[in-house]
């Protein structure tokens, strides 16, 4: 099993950018996006089942975020539109066999992808 993201970059504040992330291996029941700014722990982002039938946001990017996947590929997305600097960390998508979305004890990790907000 394999998780490859990609995407990321530097963007100025609002701004948008779109990550991706293939998944290889086997297919999965729930999916999210993750990420850790530099100095402080991991958190959620975005999750959703693997069918879309439930998405969950962080409140801090509700509205401006939006998870989906390419059923044809098994391609992972997250846009994101009207960046903050804050919004600055490295972004990981997960993957998991149960529909806990919100929880960070992911099977499956891709290695990460920068992404830089400037003022």
């Known amino acids: 099993v394999q998780l490859q993201a990609s995407g990321g970059g530097l963007v100025q504040a609002w701004g948008s950018l779109r990550l991706s992330c293939v998944a290889s291996?086997?297919?999965?029941?729930?999916y999210a996006w993750f990420r850790q700014a530099p100095g402080k722990g991991r958190e959620f982002v975005a999750g959703s089942t693997w069918r879309g039938e439930k998405k969950e946001y962080a409140d801090s990017v509700k509205g401006r975020f939006t998870i989906s996947r390419d059923n044809r590929d098994n391609t992972m997305y997250l846009r994101m539109n009207s960046l903050k600097p804050e919004d600055t960390a490295v972004y990981y998508c997960?993957?998991?066999?149960?529909?806990?979305?919100?929880?960070?004890?992911?099977?499956?990790w891709g290695q990460g992808t920068l992404v830089t907000v400037s003022s």
């Open positions: 291996g086997r297919t999965f029941s729930g």
């Open positions: 997960a993957a998991r066999l149960d529909w806990a979305l919100r929880s960070n004890d992911y099977a499956y």
